[in-house]
């Protein structure tokens, strides 16, 4: 309603909202509220009632359902702005409802739009007792609200889905996405969230927030101002899982300029437990402490914090555990990455646990920003501290004292922390805490770099001890070979460096063995030096797949030697162009030295033309090919590798047959083979790591066979044949992915030269078709795959040796003019290559 409209209309208004209101007028209308729609524009509209608004028509459902309500306030081109209550202060400001009901209610689908005005707390869906709250939302992009925001309240039940989103405006207090008030886990807070890119929250901002689990909430900020602290989930009494806080600009906490904060920020927030929350922030400022996931006295398990930019001026925790529940308190699997250009003002904690619990299995990688305090893989109180990890790659900075701790404790253990260095140039106070050191020379690394120089920083103790380390020294992948004698300096301090160290290699990649020495000189520095570069046995993997696309594409120059052929013969007997086709596949087993099993189909399709001669007849024709298949190879060490392989390509074949019974044959191939392989098996610098490639290059092949027809009786013929077999596989260069590895393969080309002889004895069986049987012999003189990594020769596998293969097949003739010849076969081959094949071909004559 606008302003200007009568009195007696404005008095209308007033007495019908009157009764819609909760007041003194009492419960009016107790059915289900649903679908309603109400505009409070301006103040005529409300006229300062003095009552809530109770969703949108102010219906209130003592039972059953509140849904699909909207509650609008205020508008976009200002006005008369509403005040809904009946005074200024915080106190006498009344509350907005999207959708309200009482017990074992259902509140759903309700909103509420805040676009200008002032008034107390906002629901966008509010249930009594047992009631649930669901998919409810608020919307504000102006305006003022005194008290707090919450997308969805059960008084005893879930809250699910509900959403606040502000784009503008300020709330006095806090915001809440969704909130159950039950003690049951079974009534859960799941699903909710608030999102802020602009506007002002004077308390706190929590997505999801309840006394039983909290699960699978978030909050996302992306400008504007929060004065408290913010949660993705908070559970009073029992589990935040999952919960996610993003922030991507803005300012949360107050900073008082005296660097001491009392505000944080965390993903979720529980009592029993805190596992897989997640903070992400790649902008904006956190005036306080950030933590993946925090238990005020339960388990804080595999939570993550991602920073690659804005700005954290306190402390950043993975995992943190308050410990007040003995025996149940752990901190681990933790993890903090800290990338791009973010910073951190003090320290860095994978995991922090404040009492006995342990601290286990917890990560800190670092591979850019800047970071001012120390870095902790993980600290306990009382607790054992133990494999937990520092990883530190690219360029970060550090503070002057900056200590790397693979664990710390007050009164506990610490064992087994390992601190990764995956750069040089790195700089840093000191390193304590670590069993084991693995420095990884990058493709950078040059003979004399430093890796991590340690500067002892301002406090009394400024040498450094490695006592009881082990200190691991190998190449990555895409590094190029260091030569034999070359040495780096891994650690450096001038203030001395002292201890009883083992020394250890890693592998470059999953490819190249370098052997290294490394030695304390002069008290202050550790060099490594190359004594022996090798290639790795784990090599002949990757190599397999070009042996065992070789092989593929053998098995499709099989297929057209013997059966495409006869069936281009058969095509072309009408003495007119005819189409034929030829099908096969099976499962093969090539033995390499390892072995490779390959498993696929093929096909070949063309056209037959015959040609009458002096000697007989010519048939020649063009045709297309195509194969499909993958593979498994195996070596003996137990690696395994998986791929799949195809080619596809044009040629021509021919064949000469006399009226003597004797045949010359022959065909020319082109295509082109792609390939991909994979393994889990290959170890690399960091242990058993996934590994693949894609490759793709051009074939070419021929063959020539010379043969025999004799007629043994009226339906008996034998024929005796010899065939040369060649194929050539043009080579590739490929990039082996996977973490840890990154070094090239230069795949030279896969010659196959293969002799065959053999003799097939056919039958007829009268005019429905005739069965034949078969031997032969074949002989491998080349099939070699050989592979160079940075100069050095892989181990290469081979299929060079004797085959033997026995056939059995059965010819179906047609019935009709229009019916196909089907030529039906089966060969089994034992030696170099184990298996079956079979072949479909057929011949239509039209």
């Known amino acids: 309603m606008k302003k200007g409209k009568s009195v007696l209309t404005r008095r209308v208004l007033a007495g019908l909202l009157a009764g819609v209101l909760l007041g003194s007028v009492g419960y009016v209308q107790p059915a289900a509220a649903a679908g309603q729609i109400v505009k409070i524009e301006t103040q005529d509209d409300y006229i300062q009632a003095g009552n809530d608004v109770k969703d949108s028509a102010g219906n209130i459902s003592p039972s059953g359902s509140a849904s699909g309500n909207q509650v609008t306030i205020g508008t976009a081109g200002g006005g008369d702005v509403p005040l809904i209550g009946t005074g200024t202060g915080s106190g006498e400001q009344k509350n907005v409802y999207g959708g309200y009901g009482f017990s074992s209610a259902v509140v759903d689908n309700n909103h509420v739009y805040i676009i200008s005005g002032q008034m107390g707390q906002v629901y966008g869906g509010y249930a009594g007792s047992n009631g649930a709250v669901t998919n409810n939302k608020i919307t504000v992009t102006g305006g003022t609200i005194t ?299 040059q003979a004399g770099n430093t890796l991590l120089t340690l500067t002892g920083g301002n406090g009394s103790d400024k040498s450094t001890s490695l006592d009881g380390s082990t200190i691991n020294v190998g190449m990555e992948g895409s590094a190029p070979a260091l030569q034999v004698g070359d040495s780096v300096i891994l650690v450096k301090n001038e203030n001395g460096i002292t201890g009883d160290v083992t020394y250890g290699k890693i592998k470059d990649g999953v490819s190249i063995e370098y052997e290294f020495t490394t030695e304390l000189e002069g008290g202050t520095a550790l060099v490594s030096r190359v004594t022996r570069a090798g290639i790795s046995g784990d090599s002949k993997s990757p190599v397999e797949t070009q042996l065992a696309a070789a092989a593929f594409i053998n098995s499709g120059a099989d297929l057209l030697a013997g059966s495409g052929v006869s069936s281009a013969v058969t095509a072309a007997g009408s003495g007119n162009a005819e189409m034929f086709g030829a099908m096969g596949g099976g499962s093969m087993r090539y033995k390499s030295g390892s072995h490779a099993d390959v498993h696929g189909y093929n096909l070949a399709l063309g056209v037959g033309k015959a040609i009458a001669n002096k000697a007989g007849q010519l048939t020649f024709g063009p045709f297309v090919e195509y194969g499909h298949g993958n593979y498994t190879s195996h070596l003996d060490s137990g690696v395994r590798g998986d791929g799949n392989t195809k080619y596809y390509g044009i040629g021509m074949l021919a064949r000469q047959d006399n009226t003597s019974g004797v045949y010359y044959e022959g065909s020319l191939r082109y295509g082109r083979m792609d390939a991909d392989y994979g393994s889990n098996d290959m170890s690399g610098s960091l242990g058993k790591v996934y590994t693949q490639y894609d490759s793709s290059n051009a074939y070419y092949g021929a063959h020539l066979g010379i043969g025999k027809v004799t007629e043994l009786n009226d339906s008996t013929k034998a024929d005796v044949y010899a065939k040369l077999l060649y194929t050539h596989q043009r080579g590739d260069s490929v990039t082996l992915q996977g973490q840890g590895a990154g070094e090239e393969y230069d795949f030279d080309a896969v010659d196959s030269t293969r002799a065959r002889v053999g003799a097939r004895v056919s039958k007829a069986y009268g005019e429905r078709g005739s069965g034949y049987v078969g031997v032969a012999y074949e002989y491998e003189f080349n099939g070699e795959a050989r592979a160079t990594v940075k100069g050095f020769s892989t181990p290469s596998p081979s299929i060079k040796g004797s085959s033997g293969m026995l056939e059995l097949g059965y010819i179906l003739q047609p019935q009709g003019a229009n019916d196909p010849s089907i030529n039906i076969g089966l060969q089994g081959w034992g030696g170099k290559k184990q298996g079956f094949t079979g072949n479909v071909n057929f011949v239509w004559t039209f």
């Open 147 to 445: 008290d707090s925001v919450i997308g969805g309240y059960s008084n005893g039940s879930s809250a699910t889905g509900n959403k606040v989103d502000i784009t503008d405006g300020t709330v006095k207090s806090y915001v809440i996405g969704g909130y159950s008030n039950s003690y049951s886990d079974s009534d859960t807070v799941t699903g909710n969230s608030v999102t802020i890119s602009k506007g002002t929250i004077e308390d706190y901002v929590k997505g999801g927030y309840g006394i039983g689990k909290v699960e699978g909430n978030s909050v996302t900020i992306s400008g504007g101002e929060v004065h408290k602290i913010v949660y993705g989930g908070d559970s009073i009494n029992s589990t935040a899982v999952g919960n996610i806080l993003t922030i991507t600009g803005g300012t949360i906490g107050q900073d008082d300029g005296s660097g001491m904060y009392t505000y944080y920020v965390a993903g979720g927030n529980g009592v029993e437990a805190a596992t897989d929350n997640i903070v992400i922030i790649e902008k904006g400022t956190v005036n306080g402490s950030v933590t993946g996931g925090d238990a005020s006295s339960g388990k804080s398990t595999d939570n993550k914090v991602y920073i690659s930019g804005g700005t954290v001026k306190d402390v950043v925790y993975g995992g943190y555990s308050a410990g007040n529940s003995v025996g149940n308190d752990d901190v681990m699997g933790n993890l903090i990455v800290i990338s791009g250009n973010g910073e951190v003002a003090k320290n860095v904690y994978g995991g922090f646990g404040s009492a006995s619990g342990a601290v286990t299995g917890n990560e800190v990688r670092i591979s850019g920003g800047i970071i001012s305090g120390s870095v902790y893989g993980g600290y306990g109180q009382r607790g054992a501290v133990t494999d937990n990890s520092v990883t530190i790659s690219g360029a970060p900075k550090f503070g002057t004292e900056s200590v790397l701790y693979g664990g710390a404790t007050t009164s506990g253990t610490v064992s087994g922390n390992i601190l990764n260095i995956h750069t040089k140039g790195l700089e840093v106070a000191n390193v304590k805490g670590f069993d084991v050191y693995n420095f990884y020379l990058q493709n950078d690394t």
